[in-house]
């Protein structure tokens, strides 16, 4: 029988495109992440844990939703196999129809902030306190930038409903040195809200998703030229900091006991960006936007002292839909029963070290590339990105060419499609030979899985379509007061292009 111990407070640190290999735990040789080796130690690894989507928006969709992006509609349908994200000029964002992990909380009597990055949509229906989060300090989009506001408007920094600043105005980023304060800023938020509820006694959930790691990466002055690894170890030792100094906050309080810390990313290291911009996928092929392994496996701890054995690593195959199933367990709330939802409760594997039977699905826009079942990896579907981008030096397996299997065309092999072991050839450079019976049994034992999934599957409707130069960030709630509202240009809705 597995007694569920109750949560009273639940933490999710949700890192921008950090890679598997940027952790000590797993093998960093500069070992700059102590804090985080330490969670590990004191709690549990996952080292095969997955996002649901190689890009950010549909990651974040997935987690909050606890469903694929093809369910919960951010994907695109207007080309095959597309990322597609939400930049300023998107028309959509996350459905009405889709229920929010903070929604449901409500019904625990749960406080709910979100500290960092959005990416849900941008557009006042869609921003977060209109979808469960009761307090919300950071940004809709990325901190890309900066723009001159007026072809592009420089994105807004919120305080709950209404904007408080932009970045590189009020909050500025040095993109020539990499300097900024940001990740200080959204610290103290985070101390501060749990200070807040921990006084009051309020059960909280805070999502904490810094964006330091992300191109232009940056850190604060303190950890600038720190790193044996560049500007962009910097920002990871930042993070680290951050994540350490969260967790004696916890224990100073004395409310770690209650508190379940999850630490991950949402899609593998942008390795396109170069050493310099980008982190480690470890052993692993790719990166970002790909659904080979570098792309969509992440580096993954849970944290709970007292409750999830310290020192223990779990091989279960986890996702991060998962933590949607897992954080309502823990909480004593029911998951809604009229929608597929496709993460597990992983309160078996935390409390007992269970291994749960399931596949990992590795989708790339509305096409299902490949499935994972234990070991075995079956590729349907291969493609890194067009060579028309890479001959303008646009890579996403730089150094990692594998014939046959990082393509620059798209290629089906449903008939015969490409299988590796990936406890043996973690980095996908070796498939089985489809003449042995182990290919046979594998392809007849995953074949049976597809056809159930795909027999199953009915696409949500998709939100990642139309674009509009007249819906960027011109006039975001909260301009009038401060005096930084802009004029948009007429509208003029486009399909949107997504080019890989």
């Known amino acids: ?110 406080v709910s902030k979100i500290i960092g990055k959005w990416h849900l949509g941008h557009r006042s229906q869609y921003l977060p306190l209109k979808h469960g989060f009761d307090e919300w300090f950071g940004s809709p989009n990325c901190h890309f930038g900066p723009y001159n506001n007026s072809v592009r408007p420089n994105i807004p920094v919120y305080n709950n409903s209404e904007m408080t600043g932009r970045y590189y105005e009020e909050f500025e980023i040095n993109v020539k040195t990499g300097e900024s304060n940001l990740t200080q800023i959204y610290l103290k938020e985070g101390l501060d809200f749990i200070s807040q509820q921990a006084t009051a006694q309020r059960p909280f959930f805070l999502y904490w998703a810094p964006d330091a790691t992300h191109s232009p990466v940056y850190a604060s002055e303190r950890f ?19 994540i350490g100094q969260i967790l004696a906050h916890l224990v100073s309080l004395g409310i770690h006991n209650n508190t379940l810390v999850f630490f991950t990313s949402d899609n593998g290291a942008a390795v396109m960006s170069g050493a310099h911009q980008s982190g480690s996928n470890g052993p692993f092929l790719c990166g970002k936007e790909t659904t080979f392994e570098g792309g969509m496996r992440e580096p993954a701890i849970a944290w709970w002292p007292g409750r999830i054995p310290a020192g223990t690593v779990s091989y279960q195959l986890a996702s991060v839909m998962d933590l949607f199933s897992t954080s309502l367990s823990v909480t004593g709330v029911l998951p809604p029963d009229d929608r597929v939802i496709d993460g597990l409760d992983l309160s078996p594997v935390l409390f007992n070290n269970s291994l749960l039977d399931r596949p990992i699905f590795y989708y790339r826009g509305n096409q299902m590339m490949a499935v994972r079942i234990g070991q075995y990896k079956v590729h349907y579907w291969t493609w890194s990105n067009s060579w028309e981008e890479y001959n303008t030096g646009i890579n996403f397996c730089p150094g990692q060419e594998v014939p046959g299997v990082t393509t620059h065309t798209q290629e089906e092999h449903t008939m015969q499609p490409l299988i590796f072991h990936l406890g043996q050839d973690p980095g996908e450079r070796y498939p089985i030979s489809v003449q042995s019976e182990e290919y046979r049994d594998v392809h007849r034992q995953v074949t049976a899985v597809v056809e159930q999934h795909q027999k199953d599957l009915i696409p949500g409707m998709p939100q990642l379509n139309m674009c509009d130069l007249a819906v960027m960030n011109w006039s975001p709630p909260g301009c009038e007061q401060l005096g930084k509202c802009l004029k948009a240009p007429e509208s003029n809705p486009w399909k949107c292009v997504w080019p890989h």
């Open 224 to 242: 600038l030229g720190k790193s044996q690894r560049g500007r962009y170890g910097d920002a990871v030792m930042e993070l680290d900091d951050s």
């Open 1 to 110: 029988v597995l007694l569920k111990p109750a949560c009273s407070y639940h933490i999710l640190c949700f890192c921008l495109q950090m890679g598997w290999g940027d952790l000590g735990v797993f093998g960093e040789p500069s070992k700059e992440t102590p804090n985080l080796d330490v969670m590990a130690a004191q709690g549990m690894l996952f080292p095969n844990f997955y996002t649901a989507n190689p890009l950010c928006s549909p990651s974040r969709a997935a987690l909050l939703t606890g469903r694929l992006p093809v369910r919960n509609g951010f994907y695109t349908t207007n080309a095959h196999a597309r990322n597609a994200y939400t930049p300023q000029e998107i028309v959509g964002g996350i459905s009405q129809d889709e229920i929010l992990l903070p929604e449901l909380l409500k019904k625990k009597d749960y």
